[in-house]
């Protein structure tokens, strides 16, 4: 796999969360500026995104926003980014978040993370793209969800090679290792792939 340019990363917008979310933001941003690879991510100046974006850009990285107009109109734009895209809708949003990202990787949030980070696992699935997805599953955020996702799994709902494209990790930067080494399983022939 190529080294990664730009990495997609979904976070909380909300600002009510503790200071230790607020740090995993601010590792991220150094982490990936110190990698040289961009972050792409919502475009706003408010919580774990204003974290990330303002840590990475103090450590001389690249941040690209992509944001709704109708956020963007209540202020919740960042303005000091690298480039910040301001698009008619959610959908293309998450299109164009997609279109310049080599990776996806989710720290804590909510309902729009959670969202975001299972329609790029569901395109990884679906062979929309052969980019890999990650939760960064710091003090154990994300663990009812692995523990759901493995219940799925185990109950036919999602099939083991589709399990295994979404990874985890406890730190960024031991994911950002692990979607730098991640194989990306065969896609099924009605996929428009060889089956194994």
């Not at 040289?36 to 001389?60: F, H, P, Q, R, S």
């Not at 980070?117 to 955020?141: C, N, R, S």
């Not at 083991?160 to 979404?166: G, V």
């Amino acid at each position: 796999m190529e080294p990664f340019r730009r990495i997609c990363v979904y976070c909380a917008s909300s600002n009510d969360v503790h200071e230790r979310w607020r740090q995993v933001a601010r590792e991220t941003g150094r982490l990936l500026a110190s990698a040289n690879i961009a972050v792409v991510y919502g475009g706003g100046c408010v919580g774990l995104m204003g974290e990330l974006a303002d840590a990475a850009l103090a450590t001389g990285g690249q941040v690209f926003g992509v944001i709704p107009q109708r956020l963007m109109a209540a202020e919740l734009g960042h303005d000091g980014l690298t480039e910040l895209f301001v698009v008619d809708s959610m959908h293309a949003r998450k299109a164009m978040m997609a279109r310049l990202s080599d990776a996806f990787m989710a720290l804590p949030g909510g309902f729009g993370t959670l969202e975001e980070i299972f329609e790029a696992t569901t395109w990884t699935q679906l062979g929309y793209h052969d980019k890999p997805v990650g939760l960064v599953d710091a003090h154990g955020y994300y663990q009812p969800i692995i523990q759901f996702v493995q219940q799925a799994t185990e109950l036919g709902f999602i099939h083991q090679q589709d399990r295994d494209m979404l990874l985890s990790a406890e730190t960024p930067a031991a994911l950002l290792a692990t979607l730098q080494a991640a194989e990306l399983p065969v896609r099924p022939r009605w996929l428009g792939g060889a089956e194994r």
